[in-house]
């Protein structure tokens, strides 16, 4: 396994922007695809964006295409998440994860952060 530690969460304004990071360590970072997460209060956690051990594949939820990008710079065993133009219901706590299946389904992770809490104020 990866262990993971999330930062730069925080609280923004709703059309502001945060670049939260995930760095890894343990077990040779470029073998795993890597996905941010995220669970907002009395929600299940849902898929927000992955991307494949190159860099070369990604794949968004629809809530945040066009809002968020995320990149792994696999040389410092971490992967970014940019969010802007955020929203209200972008406020969740957001997890990275790692995982050797590509694909949106938490079953494809086994290795989790603790979170990093984003509030959006409107």
């Known amino acids: 396994q990866v262990q993971l530690v999330e930062s730069g969460g925080g609280l923004v304004q709703a059309g502001g922007s945060l670049r939260l990071s995930c760095a890894a360590s343990?077990?040779?970072?470029?073998?795993?695809?890597m996905a941010w997460f995220r669970q907002a209060p009395g929600k299940d956690r849902e898929f927000v964006v992955v991307?494949?051990?190159?860099?070369?594949?990604?794949s968004y939820a629809d809530s945040v295409k066009g809002r968020f990008t995320i990149s792994r710079d696999n040389a410092k065993n971490t992967v970014y998440l940019q969010m802007n133009s955020l929203k209200s219901e972008d406020t969740a706590v957001y997890y990275c994860?790692?995982?050797?299946?590509?694909?949106?389904?938490?079953?494809?992770?086994?290795?989790w952060g603790q979170g990093t809490q984003v509030t959006v104020s409107s």
């Open positions: 994860a790692a995982g050797e299946n590509y694909g949106s389904s938490a079953s494809n992770f086994d290795s």
């Open positions: 343990g077990r040779p970072f470029s073998t795993y695809h």
């Open positions: 991307i494949s051990r190159s860099g070369g594949m990604t």
